[in-house]
C-alpha cells in the first residue's frame, strides 16, 4: 500500500494551495480518508476526513476554509486549502483506514506547507 501525498510549497497567507493523496495498493472506495497535519514541535492533528459514503468533517481550526474531497475512480483524495494562514504551517500527512473486513490503517509521507505573513 502506498499513499503519495503532493502539493506543498510556500505561498503567502491569504492564496491557496491544494494537496492531493494518491493511494495504491487498497480498495480506496471502502477507506476513510484524513489528512493530518504537524507543525514544528506540536502533535500531530486531524484536519479533516471524508467518509466512504463521501460525509466529511472539519477541525474547527479550517472549517469554512478548507475543504477535502476524494476521486475514487483516481484513488485520490483532495485537500483544497483556501485563505490560508501562518498558522496552518505543517507537514500535512494522508491516512487511510477502514473496518472492512478488518480494521487496517496506512500513513503517507507528509508534504509541508509553509504560510508566510
Known amino acids: 500500500v502506498q499513499l503519495q501525498a503532493s502539493g506543498g510549497g510556500l505561498v503567502q497567507a491569504g492564496n491557496s494551495l491544494r494537496l492531493s493523496c494518491a493511494a495504491s495498493g487498497l480498495n480506496f472506495r471502502l477507506y476513510t480518508m484524513k489528512w493530518y497535519r504537524q507543525a514544528p514541535g506540536e502533535q500531530r492533528e486531524s484536519v479533516a476526513m471524508i467518509h466512504a459514503n463521501h460525509s466529511t468533517d472539519y477541525a474547527d481550526a479550517v472549517k469554512g476554509r478548507f475543504t477535502i474531497s476524494r476521486d475514487n475512480a483516481k484513488n485520490t483524495v483532495y485537500l483544497q486549502m483556501n485563505s490560508l494562514k501562518p498558522e496552518d504551517t505543517a507537514v500535512y500527512y494522508c491516512?487511510?483506514?477502514?473496518?472492512?473486513?478488518?480494521?487496517?490503517?496506512?500513513w503517507g509521507q507528509g508534504t509541508l506547507v509553509t504560510v508566510s505573513s
Open positions: 491516512h487511510a483506514r477502514t473496518v472492512v473486513p478488518v480494521t487496517v490503517s496506512f
